[in-house]
């Protein structure tokens, strides 16, 4: 994968994550996203960094 494109997810994530703390359904499009993104790259450290940031509640 190339690194910049996966870094620019990453950085998604975080700020999508830090919205869904104030939005329950800005979390819900969150889980969507990664797991239709998980789903076609299937890298498992993606599936980890998505499982780390799920928890933050």
């Not at 620019?8 to 889980?31: D, I, P, Q, R």
């Amino acid at each position: 994968m190339n690194e910049a494109y996966r870094n620019s997810v990453f950085k998604l994530v975080f700020e999508a994550n830090n919205l869904s703390m104030k939005k329950g359904l800005m979390e819900m499009c969150l889980h969507f996203v990664l797991w239709k993104y998980i789903y076609q790259v299937q890298r498992i450290e993606v599936l980890y960094f998505y499982s780390l940031n799920c928890h933050f509640k």
